[in-house]
T-cell receptor, first 116, second 116 residues
């Protein structure tokens, strides 16, 4: 099974500053999808951003962007101009690109604190 | 955007009783739904994959007779915790994926189960 590793259990950032959350994964596949999910205290899982492995260009969604390094199997999330509402657990997830690859593999999460 | 409705959001039951949790995809068809369990400050643990019209696929260590899953239609999956015990108290989250290969997981709001 694929593994997803988030090596930072906790991170903190000053409001308006930039923070990067790291994620690495292990796979032998060439076609797959990567995701970052946010889980605020409400515990609702919210999709932040996704990346298709076949795309070289890093995905961007407003203040959120990724640094996708396919060779290094790294998929970090950068949050710019951090806001108090960004405080949450962040989970990195992997899914196979094959039609039979239904399962999503989640990392252990990074708890992000935003300091006013 | 895609919406997944999970009900109830909170339930308290007595030991030995059964509890049913519903998961509905409101605006898309989901041939596959996933049921997760999440312990405090931990990642999501996949319990089972629910397939419309067929038996669910359970992860190792998950008792299929205790956690009954029914996926009767393309928009509804149910998880029934049978003969609940206090150790079954947890946060249960359902999710569904759209039919397109690059579709992300869309999550329900979760159910907080407390068994007394």
């Amino acid at each position: 099974a694929q593994t997803v590793t988030q090596s930072q259990p906790e991170m903190s950032v000053q409001e308006a500053e930039t923070v990067t959350l790291s994620c690495t994964y292990d796979t032998s596949e060439s076609d797959y999808y990567l995701f970052w999910y946010k889980q605020p205290p409400s515990r609702q899982m919210i999709l932040v951003i996704r990346q298709e492995a076949y795309k070289q260009q890093n995905a961007t969604e407003n203040r959120f962007s990724v640094n996708f390094q396919k060779a290094a199997k790294s998929f970090s999330l950068k949050i710019s101009d951090s806001q108090l509402g960004d405080a949450a657990m962040y989970f990195c997830a992997y899914r196979s690109g094959s039609n039979t690859g239904n399962q999503f593999y989640f990392g252990t999460g990074t708890s992000l604190t935003v300091i006013p | 955007g895609a919406v997944v409705s999970q009900h109830p959001s909170r339930v308290i039951c007595k030991s030995g009783t059964s509890v049913k949790i519903e998961c509905r995809s409101l605006d898309f068809q989901a041939t596959t739904m996933f049921w997760y369990r999440q312990f405090p400050k931990q990642s999501l643990m996949l319990m089972a994959t629910s397939n419309e019209g067929s038996k669910a696929t359970y992860e190792q260590g998950v008792e299929k007779d205790k956690f009954l899953i029914n996926h009767a239609s393309l928009t509804l999956s149910t998880l029934t915790v049978t003969s609940a015990h206090p150790e079954d108290s947890s946060f249960y989250i359902c999710s569904a994926r759209g039919l397109q290969n690059n579709s992300p997981l869309h999550f329900g709001n979760g159910t907080r189960l407390t068994v007394t």
